[in-house]
């Protein structure tokens, strides 16, 4: 038995043997599970920074009707004008009426609050939601390899399966948020995309359906236009000798797509008047200010990350290879070369373009999460078209080892978690010993572990001592017996995403504080944070 021959037989027996891939696809689930009911039981689930604000849009949606836009504050009952609200920047958007009366909008696309709005389960499911989403979409993703590339082969069927669970994109699918139901909308118009390109058949109404679904992933994540857009641009320049002919294949798909992107455009203009939502005059204004050094900044860190984040090299280096190594090594056929292009050249404008660093650890990596599902759907997709040479073997073990340092990943990114959720639930237990005393932030960098806490009780922010009078004054003089006072004990990391001018006057305004009103009954120290209790003098 030759070198080859002995690399395949150790691939079909252990790493490719059916039942050894679906013990550990189930294994995978199980623990997924698991975490997540660890995350989710206690006094609180875990929801924090981002999603906290997904969630009081929906609970706003869910109590005030789905025309309901506003920033909730039920229990705020002294914040006239939102001057003591605590959300602000990147969560928040504030403008004055022609009266100068100042309205809030939180800037989080309103689709996805509205749809869970109408979800008849408690809030504290939602997470649960977000990761069968996460299930079903690795699911679509393999029959997307099934349907597209013919492999039939279950060992690499449930390669795949296993090989995209684990990705980056698992960040989004542990928490509250909007990016894994737009990776699912972007696979489904994906599909009907290639299957097209691939068979030339027409199926209407599901390809109108496949359209109307990608437009709204547009809504949900600003990037899917780039995901949608490209491959249509690849083939346009393709098909420009026959551009009707190309119209009439694809008008269906392009018909639901158009609908869904004009529907809800026009309804986002006449609700918010920003075609793309509030989110979208924010972003405006970010990718204008920032410099050309700091976007290169951003792209290196995206790539290499930094103390805060894990880069791309780092997570996806036998990716990397293998794409390269594809160039050369293997034969492609029509539809690799034009999922390679759409793919490489989505990914390369979205870091390029992108105005935001985007949270730490995996999170750096957030708008390219679909990227990396296609990047896998492309090296799986030679497993069914290469012969069984020595290179097919370097990509089945390279893309074990990609699987590998996914697990390694994940199971740092579930630690870092776990550690949260214990100084979470303490946080919380404090909260809730003192449910009637409002609780005074001193900086927005203290709003991220407030959670579910704002749905039950009163939140303020002060950033400086004038302003703590000011509402200490409108508590006391309401009958307020006990506040609770909440800061971060050190000088907090400053945001790349926020400028210098937002860092000094809302995120790095820990002050002495001089009560007219209350002194202090308890001091507590909680990974950091300072949580004093205040009784009425």
């Known amino acids: 038995m030759n070198l080859n021959q002995r690399i395949k037989a150790i691939l079909d027996q252990f790493l490719l043997e059916p039942k050894v891939l679906i013990v550990l696809s189930l294994s995978l689930i199980g623990i997924l599970v698991f975490k997540r009911y660890q995350w989710d039981h206690g006094i609180s689930p875990l929801i924090q920074s981002d999603s906290q604000i997904k969630l009081y849009q929906v609970v706003e949606y869910k109590n005030n009707g789905l025309g309901s836009h506003e920033c909730f504050s039920e229990r705020n009952i002294h914040d006239e004008n939102y001057r003591f609200f605590p959300f602000r920047y990147p969560w928040a958007f504030f403008v004055k009426d022609s009266n100068g009366n100042t309205k809030c909008f939180f ?20 997470n649960s939601i977000i990761l069968a989403l996460y299930v079903l979409l690795c699911l679509y993703a393999v029959y997307f390899i099934y349907k597209i590339f013919d492999i039939k082969n279950k060992s690499y069927l449930l390669l795949s399966f296993v090989l995209i669970m684990v990705g980056f994109g698992i960040s989004s699918a542990i928490e509250f948020s909007e990016s894994t139901m737009a990776q699912l909308f972007l696979v489904s118009i994906y599909l009907s995309i290639f299957f097209v390109e691939k068979v030339n058949k027409t199926y209407k109404i599901l390809y109108f359906l496949s359209g109307f679904v990608g437009g709204i992933a547009v809504f949900l994540r600003s990037e899917s236009l780039f995901y949608i857009g490209i491959p249509y641009v690849y083939l346009i320049l393709n098909n420009r000798s026959n551009i009707f002919g190309f119209i009439k294949k694809h008008f269906f798909i392009l018909f639901g797509f158009g609908f869904s992107f004009i529907l809800f455009g026009l309804y986002n203009y006449i609700e918010f008047q920003e075609f793309f939502g509030i989110r979208s005059r924010v972003s405006y204004n970010d990718f204008f200010r920032i410099d050309f050094s700091h976007r290169l900044h951003l792209i290196w860190q995206y790539f290499f990350g930094d103390e805060n984040r894990v880069g791309f090299v780092f997570y996806c280096f036998p990716i990397i290879i293998l794409l390269i190594l594809s160039l050369f090594k293997f034969e492609w056929n029509r539809i690799q070369r034009f999922l390679f292009y759409s793919s490489l050249i989505s990914f390369v404008l979205i870091v390029l373009f992108s105005p935001y660093s985007s949270g730490g650890l995996y999170l750096g990596m957030r708008f390219t999460e679909f990227s990396y599902i296609l990047f896998c759907i492309f090296l799986i997709s030679f497993l069914g078209t290469s012969q069984k040479n020595s290179w097919s073997y370097l990509l089945i073990g390279l893309l074990f080892l990609q699987l590998l340092l996914g697990v390694f990943h994940v199971r740092r990114n579930f630690k870092t978690i776990d550690y949260v959720k214990k100084y979470h639930e303490i ?8 449910a009637n005393a409002p609780v005074i932030h001193l900086s927005t960098f203290d709003l991220l572990l407030v959670s579910d806490s704002f749905l039950k009780k009163p939140h303020y922010i002060t950033h400086n001592l004038k302003e703590f009078h000011a509402l200490e ?18 000088k907090p990391p400053q945001d790349l995403n926020s400028s210098n001018e937002f860092y000094q006057e809302w995120i790095d305004t820990k002050f002495e504080i001089q009560s007219n009103y209350y002194q202090i009954k308890s001091d507590e120290t909680i990974a950091g944070f300072k949580l004093l209790l205040w009784t009425a003098k």
């Open 473 to 490: 004054s409108k508590l006391f003089q309401s009958g307020v017996k006990q506040i609770q006072i909440f800061y971060y004990d050190f």
């Open 427 to 434: 946080f919380q237990g404090k909260l809730e010993e003192h």
């Open 107 to 126: 800037q989080y696309p309103s689709f996805f609050a509205q749809i869970f709005s109408k979800i008849p389960v408690s809030y504290r499911y939602f």
